[in-house]
């Protein structure tokens, strides 16, 4: 009760942040972290098969998925979110299928652009990470004996993952950025309710700076993650004492 | 002798000049043009428009014959008090801001909403209960947008665009149930066009006026407030005898 006066007080004679725009913004934050979230995740489970796959000595394999890394890092996330927002309703009858509902909506279009973007970048820092790794290890592994997806899940990702991991928390930072363009489907994330705030309130300064202070605060707290894990598992490679 | 001349020549042009003034046989309009369909040009160059047919039938009421001068958006009230023309009647919205400067007539059209939905939809009235749960398409910062995310943002989903185009496409791609624009504008872009069959839901919006503004208005000089009276009775005598409907029905269909 008294957090709920000392938060009206604090509002209190502001024109822009009343209550009902603070939820905008708070239903934003929801929005854009559910949908980072997600695409990061299913990114994520994609991308370690493609990038083991994309490694792969035969041709059939290894082409399909250069291609889609190929196509997917060449063209802004932008088109793509158009695409395949837009581009899906020209399929004759999608809208009788069972996947209309899920599709109707712009969260799942955006999700499914932002998760094949991110898989597509994932793909490459693992891969990059993959060929990254110390003959050595490799020779040592062959000379105990070790079957080549022995040698794949003992030696060669346990590794890899590792080196990985600073290029990947920039991915990660990239792609919360880069999900501020959700609001031109319609998707009310941090941007949509930063721009819905400055058309309402012809407040651009406002609106915006508290957008870009949010997405900060997201910043920071995945930097900190990331430099928590970068701690505790690359902990081999800092300097003793 | 020649002195009282030209004294007498001068002062017959000053009270020439005033009687002008004061009287109005002829007044002229500042307009800024295009801007359909209250003011553009036929392809054939003719001033036309719903603004210009009005004022055209306003100064035949009155007696008085009018001309009509193009004047950019930004420049349009200081050419007013420059005398370059003696009223403003392009789709001038009145507000408290203007009227510190400007004297107003009466409001002579409020640009309604109106939903529009596929003329399949089973929606046949526009209210809270049966918007319940829908997606609405808004453009973005419209007055619209206002108005349906303070009326039904917290009931169904208000889906908002930046252009109307994006708009219609997700309508027809039934991403939307409905849409809430400027009527004339949904008339142009849904109603009159091949995108596929649409229907009015329910009434024209225009209340309420915090939102929707008191209307058009026509300006004039503070101190004319004799010409916009002239220009108040010409307008309630149009809109008696049926002249100004016409003319409204021309433009933006049946009420």
Redesign the interface.
């Given at each position: 009760m008294e957090l709920v006066n000392w938060f009206n007080e604090l509002l209190a004679g502001n024109l822009i942040f009343t209550p009902q725009t603070l939820g905008y913004y708070w239903n934003g934050v929801v929005t854009t972290t559910q949908l980072v979230f997600l695409s990061l995740l299913v990114g994520l489970v994609m991308a370690v098969p493609l990038s083991i796959l994309r490694g792969s000595k035969h041709r059939w394999i290894k082409l399909p998925i250069y291609a889609y890394t190929y196509v997917f890092r060449g063209t802004p996330l932008l088109i793509q979110l158009y695409i395949i927002y837009?581009g899906v309703?020209f399929v004759d009858g999608i809208?009788q299928t069972f996947l209309w509902p899920l599709l109707?909506e712009?969260f799942y279009p955006a999700l499914i652009a932002f998760t094949l973007n991110t898989a597509a970048y994932t793909t490459e820092i693992f891969h990059g990470a993959i060929k990254a790794t110390a003959r050595g290890e490799i020779e040592a592994a062959r000379a105990y004996g070790m079957s080549d997806r022995m040698m794949m899940r003992r030696i060669i990702l346990p590794s890899a993952f590792r080196r990985a991991l600073p290029a990947y928390g920039n991915e990660v930072i990239f792609m919360l950025h880069a999900s501020a363009i959700a609001s031109?489907v319609?998707l009310?994330d941090i941007t949509?309710a930063a721009?819905?705030v400055?058309?309402?309130y012809y407040a651009p300064f406002e609106a915006f700076l508290f957008a870009a202070a949010i997405y900060l605060c997201l910043t920071f707290a995945i930097l900190y993650f990331f430099r928590f894990l970068e701690r505790r598992l690359l902990a081999h490679l800092r300097p003793q004492n | 002798m020649k002195k009282l001349l030209t004294v007498s020549i001068l002062g017959l042009a000053l009270a020439a000049g005033t009687t002008q003034a004061r009287d109005y046989d002829h007044v002229r309009f500042g307009v800024d043009v295009p801007y359909e369909p209250m003011e553009y040009r036929t392809p054939e160059g003719e001033l036309t428009g719903f603004d210009i047919e009005l004022g055209n039938a306003l100064c035949a009421e009155m007696g008085v014959t009018c001309e009509w001068i193009e004047q950019e958006w930004d420049g349009i009230v200081p050419g007013l008090m420059a005398r370059n023309y003696d009223a403003i009647m392009s789709s001038m919205t009145i507000n408290d801001e203007r009227r510190q400067s400007l004297l107003f007539s009466d409001p002579y059209i409020t640009m309604p909403g109106a939903w529009f939905a596929p003329a399949g939809s089973d929606l046949e009235e526009a209210n809270e209960e049966t918007l319940a749960g829908l997606s609405i398409g808004v453009q973005?910062?419209t007055t619209y947008?206002?108005y349906a995310?303070d009326a039904f943002g917290s009931t169904a989903n208000v889906?908002?665009?930046?252009t109307a185009d994006d708009m219609m496409?997700?309508m027809?791609?039934?991403?939307l149930d409905i849409v809430f624009l400027e009527f004339a504008v949904g008339q142009s872009t849904l109603l009159d066009s091949d995108a596929g069959d649409f229907k009015v839901v329910g009434e024209m919006v225009t209340e309420p006026a915090e939102i929707f503004g008191e209307g058009f208005g026509i300006a004039f000089r503070q101190r004319d407030t004799a010409l916009a009276e002239r220009f108040n009775e010409a307008l309630a005598t149009l809109k008696e005898d049926g002249t100004y409907d016409e003319i409204y029905e021309r433009y933006f269909g049946e009420e």
């Amino acid at each position: 009760m008294e957090l709920v006066n000392w938060f009206n007080e604090l509002l209190a004679g502001n024109l822009i942040f009343t209550p009902q725009t603070l939820g905008y913004y708070w239903n934003g934050v929801v929005t854009t972290t559910q949908l980072v979230f997600l695409s990061l995740l299913v990114g994520l489970v994609m991308a370690v098969p493609l990038s083991i796959l994309r490694g792969s000595k035969h041709r059939w394999i290894k082409l399909p998925i250069y291609a889609y890394t190929y196509v997917f890092r060449g063209t802004p996330l932008l088109i793509q979110l158009y695409i395949i927002y837009y581009g899906v309703v020209f399929v004759d009858g999608i809208q009788q299928t069972f996947l209309w509902p899920l599709l109707r909506e712009a969260f799942y279009p955006a999700l499914i652009a932002f998760t094949l973007n991110t898989a597509a970048y994932t793909t490459e820092i693992f891969h990059g990470a993959i060929k990254a790794t110390a003959r050595g290890e490799i020779e040592a592994a062959r000379a105990y004996g070790m079957s080549d997806r022995m040698m794949m899940r003992r030696i060669i990702l346990p590794s890899a993952f590792r080196r990985a991991l600073p290029a990947y928390g920039n991915e990660v930072i990239f792609m919360l950025h880069a999900s501020a363009i959700a609001s031109v489907v319609t998707l009310m994330d941090i941007t949509g309710a930063a721009r819905f705030v400055y058309a309402r309130y012809y407040a651009p300064f406002e609106a915006f700076l508290f957008a870009a202070a949010i997405y900060l605060c997201l910043t920071f707290a995945i930097l900190y993650f990331f430099r928590f894990l970068e701690r505790r598992l690359l902990a081999h490679l800092r300097p003793q004492n | 002798m020649k002195k009282l001349l030209t004294v007498s020549i001068l002062g017959l042009a000053l009270a020439a000049g005033t009687t002008q003034a004061r009287d109005y046989d002829h007044v002229r309009f500042g307009v800024d043009v295009p801007y359909e369909p209250m003011e553009y040009r036929t392809p054939e160059g003719e001033l036309t428009g719903f603004d210009i047919e009005l004022g055209n039938a306003l100064c035949a009421e009155m007696g008085v014959t009018c001309e009509w001068i193009e004047q950019e958006w930004d420049g349009i009230v200081p050419g007013l008090m420059a005398r370059n023309y003696d009223a403003i009647m392009s789709s001038m919205t009145i507000n408290d801001e203007r009227r510190q400067s400007l004297l107003f007539s009466d409001p002579y059209i409020t640009m309604p909403g109106a939903w529009f939905a596929p003329a399949g939809s089973d929606l046949e009235e526009a209210n809270e209960e049966t918007l319940a749960g829908l997606s609405i398409g808004v453009q973005r910062g419209t007055t619209y947008d206002s108005y349906a995310t303070d009326a039904f943002g917290s009931t169904a989903n208000v889906n908002r665009y930046s252009t109307a185009d994006d708009m219609m496409l997700d309508m027809e791609a039934q991403r939307l149930d409905i849409v809430f624009l400027e009527f004339a504008v949904g008339q142009s872009t849904l109603l009159d066009s091949d995108a596929g069959d649409f229907k009015v839901v329910g009434e024209m919006v225009t209340e309420p006026a915090e939102i929707f503004g008191e209307g058009f208005g026509i300006a004039f000089r503070q101190r004319d407030t004799a010409l916009a009276e002239r220009f108040n009775e010409a307008l309630a005598t149009l809109k008696e005898d049926g002249t100004y409907d016409e003319i409204y029905e021309r433009y933006f269909g049946e009420e």
